[in-house]
């Protein structure tokens, strides 16, 4: 996605949280069939994602070097378990939190 199309949060955005961070950050946990929702963040939803977890905000709008979510990505330090986030993926993620995080 360019910068120049818009990022948009429901079909860009989502289904890469859903991919990579639902696991650990919202998803229903086999052993229990309770949610994962790991440091209190919940990235199932725009507001969740928003709400930012136990140690505060995970993206700054507008801000994508500023973001909490890209340094983690970035750095490999998440996901803890599966693939590293794609560098196309974590492009998308900077464009989105660039453009304002929107939830569009």
């Known amino acids: 996605v360019s910068a120049a199309q818009g990022v948009s949060f429901a079909n860009?955005?989502?289904p890469i949280l859903q991919a990579r961070c639902h696991s650990c950050h919202g998803g229903i946990d086999p052993a229990?069939?309770?949610p994962s929702i790991e440091v209190e963040l919940n990235m199932t939803t725009y507001?969740?994602?928003?709400a930012g977890s136990e140690y505060g905000a995970v993206l700054e709008?507008?801000?994508p070097?500023?973001?909490l979510l890209i340094e983690m990505v970035t750095s490999g330090d998440m996901p803890l378990e599966g693939d590293?986030?794609?560098p196309?993926?974590?492009e998308t993620l900077r464009n989105w939190i660039a453009e304002g995080a929107?939830?569009?």
């Open 84 to 86: 590293p986030v794609p």
């Open 32 to 34: 229990t069939g309770q």
């Open 61 to 63: 709008p507008g801000g």
């Open 88 to 90: 196309a993926e974590i």
């Open 65 to 67: 070097d500023a973001s």
């Open 12 to 14: 860009d955005v989502m």
């Open 102 to 104: 929107t939830n569009n």
């Open 47 to 50: 507001e969740g994602l928003m």
